[in-house]
């Protein structure tokens, strides 16, 4: 399993993935409401699922969001 990050744009995205292919997909809000909720939808995106293996995240360029 997978998470696989995306907060360096407007638009965020969180994916669990297995074997390479998505599990599950949730976009997350632009602009300043990312660095309030992020935290919160990763964990709701993780709860039921086992520990991922490894985390993959953008860095960027793209706005700062306090949480890199």
Known sequence: LGLIL???TEKGCIVLSHDGKPLATHH???GAELSRTLASEISAMLSGHPKPAFVA???G????????
Do not use: K, Y
Request: glycine share 24%; hydrophobic share 35%; net charge neutral.
């Open 28 to 30: 997350l809000p632009g």
């Open 57 to 59: 995240i953008g860095t």
């Open 61 to 68: 360029p793209g706005s700062f969001t306090g949480i890199r």
């Open 6 to 8: 995306e907060a360096a």
